[in-house]
């Protein structure tokens, strides 16, 4: 399997802030790499997929960059709806696999 | 707008099987993957498996020997079986829509999940 690794684990900052989260793969995924949001008692919600496109309806101060082994998923300009937990999922390679989960706090 | 929404017992007794379906209204079944995914009270995702439109299935090798997933598209239903469970398969159980051929598995739309415990 391939191990998905995210950091930080949970990180705090403040409205307006610019955040970055790491996803590292053991092994190279190409660009099958989505990121995904979860609010407490929510479903997680696509944010982006293939590493880089924004899903449909999602704003434009989420993005991705990445490929291969190393992949990062920034927020421009925090507001308070972003304060959640984010996950990635390697979908290149069976099983699917997550990483761990970054919970991005209000400091 | 694809709506998803899971339904089943919320409540399954050791060693007994768990069965849910997913109800897919704003989409047809065909042509997508279609993944459950399940996530433990306070802890990660984990991906079950998923079913492709003509039938073909990938479990995750860890569930490999217990699930089963199939599709009713007269229903526009997706289901899934988990045999011989324990309180380790308690869980908040997700339905979900990937892309097509082209894009991959990975979920664009979510149920809102249904909570299933493993007690007796």
């Known amino acids: 399997d391939i191990q998905m690794s995210q950091s930080p684990s949970s990180l705090s900052a403040s409205v307006g802030d610019r955040v970055t989260i790491t996803c590292r793969a053991s092994?190279?995924?190409?660009?099958?790499l989505a990121w995904f949001q979860q609010k407490p008692g929510e479903a997680p919600k696509s944010l982006i997929y293939?590493?880089?496109s924004l899903q449909s309806g999602v704003p434009s101060k989420f993005s991705g960059s990445g490929s291969g082994t190393d992949f990062t998923l920034t927020i421009s300009r925090l507001q308070p709806e972003d304060f959640a937990t984010y996950y990635c999922l390697q979908y290149n390679s069976y099983p699917l696999t997550f990483g761990g989960g970054t919970k991005v706090e209000i400091k | 707008q694809v709506q998803l929404r899971e339904s089943g017992p919320g409540l399954v007794k050791p060693s007994e099987t768990l069965s849910l379906t997913c109800t897919v209204s704003g989409d047809s079944i065909s042509g997508y993957y279609w993944n459950w995914i399940r996530q433990p009270p306070g802890k990660g995702l984990e991906w079950i498996g998923y079913?492709?439109?003509?039938?073909?299935?990938i479990y995750n090798p860890s569930l490999k020997s217990r699930v089963t997933m199939s599709v009713d598209t007269s229903k526009n239903q997706f289901s899934l079986t988990l045999t011989s469970v324990t309180a380790a398969d308690t869980a908040v159980y997700y339905c979900t829509r990937g892309g097509n051929a082209i894009v991959g598995a990975t979920p664009f739309y979510w149920g809102q999940g249904a909570l299933v415990s493993v007690s007796s």
């Open positions: 293939a590493a880089s």
């Open positions: 079913y492709f439109h003509n039938g073909y299935t």
């Open positions: 092994q190279g995924v190409s660009n099958y």
